[in-house]
């Protein structure tokens, strides 16, 4: 289980904080939800948090977003490596692909990327670097709140679903 660390030495808005808010949401809806499979078949059309997760390809269930959420959870404590690894087989193949297929146009493309300046290419892309970050850890932030809502909220609908709505949160 991952180390969550207090509050107070982080900032209200840190990335820690949020995947404590997370993390806690998930732990705490995992010790409520004591008979999972009570969520099958259990429309998620009364929750617009957790409608806003369904996908316009798939129609889930109360219980396909809680393995969801648990997956989730577990990919933050204990990272995406098997997810990783199959993204970077694939790239290698790709790789090997395009290789083989576009290796006459090496030679003319390389004399052009001869003649660009190094340290301008070394200050855009640090500069491209700290927007991307930016933007990635602004979506990760906002991702991670809709979770930890949507956490809370499938909490309260399993509660009323089986009678204890009026309880708790």
């Known amino acids: 289980m991952m180390m969550q ?3 107070t030495l982080n900032p209200k808005n840190s990335l820690f904080n949020a995947m404590n808010r997370f993390i806690g949401a998930v732990n705490n809806m995992d010790q409520t939800v004591m008979v999972p499979s009570l969520l099958r078949d259990v429309p998620l059309d009364e929750d617009r948090e957790l409608v806003s997760l369904k996908s316009d390809t798939e129609e889930g269930d109360m219980y396909s977003y809680y393995q969801l959420l648990k997956s989730i959870r577990q990919d933050i404590e204990w990272g995406v490596r098997c997810a990783t690894a199959t993204a970077d087989e694939k ?14 146009s ?25 927007e991307q970050f930016q933007y990635h850890l602004t979506g990760l932030q906002g991702v991670l709140s809709k979770l930890t809502q949507s956490a809370h909220s499938l909490t309260k609908r399993y509660k009323k679903e089986i009678g204890i709505g009026g309880w708790g949160q």
Do not use: I, N, Q
């Not at 790239?91 to 006459?104: A, F, Q, V």
């Open 5 to 7: 660390l207090p509050e």
């Open 106 to 130: 090496t030679t003319s493309s390389a004399s052009s990327v001869a003649s660009y300046s190094s340290e301008e290419d070394e200050e855009d892309d640090e500069e491209d670097l700290h």
């Open 91 to 104: 790239r290698k193949e790709g790789m090997t692909l395009s290789r083989t297929s576009s290796s006459g």
